[in-house]
């Protein structure tokens, strides 16, 4: 969640004023001068967002160009309109230089929603001849027009949905697919590595630019732009929000089919112990300890994406056990592979992985925290035995070995699952089934036999008044209730006990 920032004015209306003065009349140069006044003020008493300071300064040099009538060179008027604009460009941009690489400041500012020529004109004032007079004007009349829909209506009108910009990240499986690719060439072939490093580093800068894409993104997704000032230090939660957001959208893609789980299914062949396959864990070792040594926190990120992955597939079995499954739930069909090497990565993540950087990671995640996660998911009514839920069972199997207290616990829990059977059919079940079916027959032709008396004679009569005669059977366990059993008329289902009994139940209560 984003923190709250220090706002120079004492309410919104002040805001709205400040507006108003700016974009209600574009010839009411007092007006103008009146919001450059207040912004100065403002600015006097506090930083201003990095949107105001823009506004103030394509305002001041507009309102110059105004009222100079030609007495300011128009060599001075092109240098100021350039810098103001210059200011807002790398304003927005680079404080979006969030990854290990640089991006370009093209493809930060489009993801923005800036107008690809301010970044031309930014680059040409930058670096080329100045752009003529009557361009840059043109530039300051649209950079205000664009702070109005992204800065002062969204910031008046918070309810409001946000202005369209570009809020998607290009897809990271085609990096991933060609990283592995570089990489199987390299384990099946050490003779190439020397020629494949520069490929490879290339493939790790290009995934560590789609995370530094991810972050832009995360803000984009919010509805929202950081139009905090450069004076203002971000709170280390405020700053971890869009890192952890980009980290999570790359572990979805880790954890897809083809990534770290391989596409075959004979690749995914686990050992006597819970970890990946070593053909499996020579491919993404070294991406894993690329990206932990930049991000710290990717490690628990992965974990809890993959324990969510399997808590979800054993929910779903448990929403539609029945072959009946709707077709908006087809997807949760279970892979026991998928969700057995799933579980590895996990289990190989929390005890067996040492990172290759030498740092200190704070907030390690640990045993202790996935067994929480998965005996609150799982629980006592869980089935062990189900096909969705083996993946989270392996994986809680293999936390908790060697420890006996865990052990102990984890026993108990199975203890209390419904167990299910896999015993097949034999001869004796279907005889028993035959036995069952010939006693059904049996009452049912008894039954057939009293309807066609028609006598009435009642002296063997059931108490509702229906004749039995006295050799009719019944099927094992059964036995017809009489009036002396405290029998009476009832509900199907219902017992009526009698009023002794009932006191007597009373008695035994109240004691």
């Known amino acids: ?165 570009s809020t998607t990240v290009r897809p990271l499986t085609p990096i991933l697919n060609r990283y592995k690719a570089l990489l199987k060439a390299t384990t099946r072939d050490v003779s190439l590595l020397a020629n494949l490093r520069p490929d490879i580093t290339k493939v790790l800068r290009d995934i560590e630019r789609w995370v530094a894409e991810a972050k832009v993104a995360a803000s984009a997704s919010a509805g929202e732009l950081d139009w905090a000032s450069s004076h203002d230090v971000p709170s280390p939660g405020e700053a971890d929000w869009r890192e952890r957001w980009a980290l999570e959208r790359l572990c979805d893609a880790l954890t897809e089919k083809g990534a770290l789980v391989p596409l075959s299914k004979k690749k995914r062949m686990l050992g006597t112990q819970l970890v990946p396959p070593a053909s499996v864990l020579n491919i993404w070792t070294l991406l894993l300890d690329h990206l932990q040594a930049l991000h710290p926190d990717l490690r628990s990120v992965l974990v809890f994406k993959i324990v969510s992955r399997l808590i979800s597939h054993s929910n779903a079995q448990k929403e539609f056990p029945s072959d009946n499954v709707p077709l908006a739930a087809m997807g949760h069909k279970a892979d026991v592979s998928y969700d057995l090497l799933l579980a590895a990565w996990a289990n190989w993540l929390v005890c067996a992985w040492t990172p290759a950087a030498d740092y200190a990671e704070e907030g390690a995640i640990t045993k202790e925290d996935v067994i929480i996660n998965l005996t609150s998911a799982l629980g006592p009514r869980s089935s062990s035995n189900a096909d969705s839920q083996k993946g989270a069972q392996a994986l809680l199997k293999a936390l908790c070995a060697g420890r006996p207290n865990l052990e102990k616990s984890l026993t108990a829990l199975h203890a209390l699952s419904p167990q299910t059977t896999s015993k ?73 006990r009698s009023h002794a009994e009932l006191s007597g139940l009373s008695a035994v209560y109240a004691q």
């Open 1 to 165: 969640m984003k923190l709250p920032h220090r706002v120079p004015w004492a309410s919104i209306g002040e805001l709205e004023q400040v507006c108003s003065w700016i974009y209600a009349d574009e010839t009411d140069h007092g007006a103008k001068t009146r919001a450059v006044n207040r912004l100065s003020a403002w600015r006097a008493v506090t930083s201003l967002p990095h949107a105001l300071e823009s506004a103030l300064a394509i305002l001041v040099v507009t309102l110059q160009d105004a009222q100079s009538q030609g007495a300011i060179p128009s060599l001075l008027l092109r240098q100021s309109y350039a810098s103001a604009i210059i200011r807002l460009v790398n304003g927005l941009v680079d404080p979006l230089q969030l990854g290990a690489y640089a991006r370009s400041i093209a493809s930060i500012a489009s993801q923005l929603g800036v107008p690809a020529w301010f970044v031309e004109l930014r680059h040409a004032a930058t670096h080329e001849d100045l752009p003529s007079l009557e361009v840059l004007r043109e530039a300051a009349r649209e950079s205000m027009a664009w702070l109005l829909h992204n800065y002062f209506l969204p910031t008046l009108n918070p309810s409001a949905p946000p202005s369209s910009r």
């Open 424 to 496: 097949e059919w034999t001869e004796d079940d279907l005889s028993l089934m035959d036995e069952r079916l010939r006693n059904l027959l049996a009452v049912r032709q008894a039954s057939e036999m009293v309807n066609e008396v028609s006598d009435g004679n009642t002296s063997n009569a059931l108490p509702n008044g229906i004749p039995m005669e006295e050799d009719s059977s019944l099927p094992p366990g059964w036995r017809v209730v009489s009036a002396g059993d405290g029998w009476k008329p009832s509900p199907i289902g219902v017992f009526v």
